[in-house]
């Protein structure tokens, strides 16, 4: 059985920091690509950052340069670094896996920025 479990989210002040984790189980983990989504309320859900099996990174335009995205393969887990938060990357963000025909979600693990 395969499971995504996100952790990391909380309540944060703009300009503070959160770091996200996604913990993979039931797949070979370094073989899939892994990404970050995010869903705000009434908005479709958006990449916010994808990194290869390889290592090879991208990310949405609104967040390059404040978060950074990386993974363990030894601890089947992805991490999503998050600095200079704004309101607006208030969201549900969601761990996703990937490989040729098999895509995977996790739960999502809510982020809330606000004074």
């Known amino acids: 059985q395969v499971q995504l479990v996100e952790s990391g989210g909380g309540l944060v002040q703009p300009g503070g920091s959160l770091r996200l984790s996604c913990a993979a189980s039931?797949?070979?983990?370094?073989?899939?690509?892994m990404g970050w989504y995010r869903q705000a309320p009434g908005m479709q859900r958006e990449l916010v950052a994808h990194?290869?099996?390889?290592?090879?990174?991208n990310y949405a335009d609104s967040v390059k340069g404040r978060f950074t995205i990386s993974r363990d393969n030894a601890k089947n887990t992805v991490y999503l670094q998050m600095n200079s938060l704004k309101p607006e990357d208030t969201a549900v963000y969601y761990c996703?896996?990937?490989?040729?025909?098999?895509?995977?979600w996790g739960q999502g693990t809510q982020v809330t920025v606000s004074s």
């Open positions: 996703n896996a990937d490989h040729a025909w098999y895509n995977y």
């Open positions: 039931g797949i070979i983990f370094s073989i899939y690509n």
């Open positions: 990194i290869t099996s390889s290592g090879g990174t």
